[in-house]
């Protein structure tokens, strides 16, 4: 039994690296989908507020700040296991969502409004 007692604990050891490669590839997953989440989002949120109505830059930058939000929270949903932030996502998607909405509602609405 001595003899296989390093055996078993190479095989241990050769497990545990498999779940930690799938763990860093899972995270490795989870970085590149919040980085594509954040693309462009800045430059968008600028662009918005560059509009001379006041208004319409509030609402042309909130609005790609806010479509980030979604995104981030349901990648926080996909990955994410604290109960706290799993409860936080799903609020922010539920209220995000909506606002999303009432912005381009609202840019629709105002199409008169001069850049």
Not at 35 to 49: C, F, L, R, T, Y
Not at 70 to 96: C, F, H
Request: aromatic share 6%.
């Amino acid at each position: 039994m001595i003899k296989w007692l390093p055996v078993a604990a190479l095989a241990t050891a050769v497990c545990s690296l498999g779940i930690w490669a799938a763990e860093d590839s899972s995270i490795a997953r989870m970085h590149e989908e919040y980085m594509q989440s954040m693309a462009g989002i800045k430059e968008d949120m600028q662009q918005g507020v560059m509009n001379r109505d006041p208004d319409v830059a509030f609402a042309a930058a909130m609005l790609p700040h806010h479509v980030g939000a979604v995104d981030m929270a349901r990648i926080e949903l996909k990955y994410g296991k604290d109960p706290q932030m799993l409860a936080l996502a799903e609020k922010i998607l539920a209220v995000q969502d909506s606002e999303i909405a009432e912005i381009k509602v609202w840019l629709k609405l105002h199409p008169g409004r001069k850049q």
